[in-house]
């Protein structure tokens, strides 16, 4: 539940060597470059088959059948997908540094649980519906546990081991609750399997609109944490001699993951490995600095998401499956071999 940083990954360097930074840099503009031909894959590739020519004239000519499947229905999913994944991989990289567990993803502080106990209450008690309900209703349980777990955790005095056990123990009692209501409500269970497996073929205009603020505010304040989240990855008591806040910092990054990950869960549903794996991922090619994970984690986390919804939308053609099952099916096995790999080098 909780892993202590290795010490060569507690200490930050603050300035590193010009050699280093520009193949960072270079890594950037190659990530950009393999993000740009997915999201063009996404709109090109579905399970309805189209050819280039086609999505083309769907895209700038015809108003028709094309224009309804390549800019009604595969553009706006590329578009929640990009904006998503950067969203999960982003909250990934903040908790794991906030808990100093390279194994943090948004589920273990309950995010996710949060979101998905409110689309089922809103569901059951409330006769809600409309995935535009759902929005609302997921954000604000995510946000409401990401309050209570701060809460629990100390608040100020909040430490990685307390937040963590907040985290877990109210997911324990929030999945109980869900699994309660889904067993004695049929209908409940009817309406919420679709939105808990994790799906991007829901994505609307609207529902782009509603959560894109939050995106917007999730991002600029997690680039804006980087700094002095490095600072406090080295250890308390070092974090408060460089000048550090810890209280803070600590808020700001529970109350950034909690709106990047709120957003994304609201209009997907909860997605996993995504925030756990990319930026467990490219910190082996960056290092433990977060002026440069954050970036490669927004940048590499919508390529996996749009990936696998290609996969899914190829796999079970004329049907799909839902980007929710490939990343955990993919997911599984590639992070093992993270893992192991990471194991190996430490020995």
Known sequence: MFVDSPPEQRAVTTAAPPERRAIRTVGLLVSLGILALVALASIAIGAKELSLEQVWHGLFDDTGMYGDVVVGERLSRTVLGLLAGAALGLSGALLQALTRNPLADPGLLGINAGASAA??????????????????FAFLGAAAVGALVWFLGGSRGATPVRLALAGTAITAAL?????????????????????????????????????????????????????????????????????????????????????????????????????????????????????????????????????????????????????????????????????????????
């Open 119 to 136: 689309v089922v209450t809103a569901i059951t008690f409330l006769g809600v519906t409309s995935l535009s309900g759902y929005v609302w």
């Open 175 to 347: 999945y109980g609750y869900l699994q309660a209501v889904m067993i004695t409500d049929g209908a409940a269970l009817g309406k919420m399997r679709f939105w808990t497996v994790g799906s991007l073929a829901s994505a609307t205009d609207s529902t782009i609109t509603q959560v894109l603020p939050f995106f917007g505010a999730g991002l600029v304040l997690a680039l804006f944490l980087a700094r002095p989240l490095n600072a406090v990855a080295m250890g308390d008591d070092t974090a408060r001699a460089l000048g550090a806040n810890l209280g803070r910092t600590r808020a700001l990054s529970m109350a950034a993951a909690t709106v990047l990950c709120g957003a994304a869960t609201a209009a997907c549903g909860p997605i996993v490995f995504v925030g756990l794996m990319v930026p467990h991922a490219v910190r082996s090619f960056t290092g433990p600095d977060l002026r440069w994970i954050l970036p490669y984690a927004t940048i590499l986390s919508p390529v996996l998401l749009l990936g696998a919804d290609i996969i899914g939308r190829m796999v079970a053609r004329p049907a799909e499956l839902q980007v929710g099952i490939v990343t955990a099916v993919l997911g599984g096995p590639v992070f093992i071999l993270l893992v192991r790999r990471r194991r190996t080098t430490q020995l």
